[in-house]
């Protein structure tokens, strides 16, 4: 449900900021036709015309800073309220492994190699002495 809402939200936003770039540039086009249908063209003139379109240029360099502000920030919470908990539950899960594997390898592997250990010994001990013959191999 809160998705739906944030999503309504972004996009009620995001036609905002579109309606205000394209009403700022409109004022531009507007200005610079005004600016360049005069008798004459001087100096003063073109000068207007690029001191207009670098107002523009900063807005568009300052709205984007903006949003990657607004990034940023998104991506810090992201972090702190996701990721973390997400490594200490995987820590936590890493530590319960690491110890259910030292507790198998102490209680049923150590006891199993070394019984096979001991009736390895004891079947090459027979084949010594001869009670048991070894097997051809062919």
Known sequence: ME??????????????IAVVMLLILAGMVTGIIALSRAESVNVEKVRDIFII??????????????ILIIQLALLSNLIQNEVTP?????????????GTSKFISDKAVAPIVSAAGVIAGGRKLFELIGFIREKKKE
Not at 55 to 65: D, P, R, T, V
Not at 86 to 98: E, F, H, P, Q, R
């Open 3 to 16: 998705t739906k809402q944030q999503d309504q939200k972004k996009k009620t936003i995001f036609i905002i």
């Open 53 to 66: 379109i670098l107002a523009f240029e900063s807005l568009l360099i300052g709205g984007a800073l903006i």
């Open 86 to 98: 997400i490594l200490a539950s995987t820590k936590d899960t890493v530590k319960t492994v690491k």
